[in-house]
């Protein structure tokens, strides 16, 4: 080997040396880059083709809703009571616990005492209750609309027929009617207002959390279930409930005026059997929707004015929230989807 092969040589090494090294970090990149151009398009692509299953069942829905109104199913179950069926008792359930998103809301309920009095066949009207209680202000309602409707069609009375239970809330409405029937083992009463809730405060304590509640209002975090209950705060709802046990109270001496025995414990909260509440002027007598009927109303067809929501109703109810909830989801996976582009 000559002198300027020599010389050559170690100088033709690092030249050929460095282009290969670069080549080899730009294949490590553009390998990186296309990993990472799969795996978001795997994602979009995922996105859409749930998107797309989801929009599916939307539709199946809609579908099956459509297909249940074009079958008669109609806007509710049971429907508008028969025409020309002549004189007859016209039933309203009240069933459940009595609050304004229920079949035992005051709308639902009301609309059903208003159709059943307002039809021309009807003899009386027979309030049929199986309640332990619920929202006193969705109680009230149903109360005030019984006593303005009897007041409205004083020849058309109203009973109330108790089955299970008729307690708190359900006796609150029941005591509007014109006479309570049960059966002797029902359970009745229950005349006390309550409020509940929990308190964390030692759990967060011995968990090492704090809690962070700003209020602008002395009062504003009351009867907060992380904060502890000041003695003021506790009087302060002792008072509201007191107030509205009072409420109640008069609602029942004076829808029951001249029949209640007024011992000590009846405004308690206590429950009584329907044979025991009879004794305490709480119900007037033994009997069922067929007896009240046949007794006190003289007639033997009942009819079923109870308004309830239907199948479609229901669906369409929960098809909105879902998809309000899928264009939320809509709306985030396209944000997605155009950043990850």
Known sequence: MSMDDMERAPQSEPTAAAPGAKGTARVAADWERGVLEKVALAAVTEQRRARRWNIFFRLVFIALAIVFVSLGVGLWTPGA???????????????????????????????????????????????????????????????DEIRRLRAKFPATPLHVVIEDVCASGGYYVAVAADRIFVDKASMVGSIGVLIEGFGFVGTMEKLGVERRLLTAGENKGFLDSFSPLSDKHRALAQRMIDEV????????????????????????????????????GLADALGTVGSVARDELKVDRIVDFSRRENIAERLAKRLGASVGDAAVRYWHSAQDSVRLR
């Open 245 to 280: 046990h009072q409420q109640f109270i008069d609602i029942v001496r004076d829808g029951r005026k001249g029949r209640l025995r007024e011992e000590p414990e009846i405004f308690s909260g206590l429950v009584w059997s329907g044979a025991r509440a009879i004794e305490l």
């Open 81 to 143: 009571h028969p025409v020309g069926t002549g004189r007859h008792a016209a039933l309203v359930e009240l069933k459940g616990v009595i609050h304004s998103e229920g079949e035992a809301s005051a709308d639902l309920i009301i609309e059903s005492l208003q159709a059943a009095f307002e039809d021309q066949g009807t003899a009386g009207v027979i309030l049929r209750v199986n309640s332990p209680g619920g929202s006193p202000v969705q109680a009230g309602i149903i109360h």
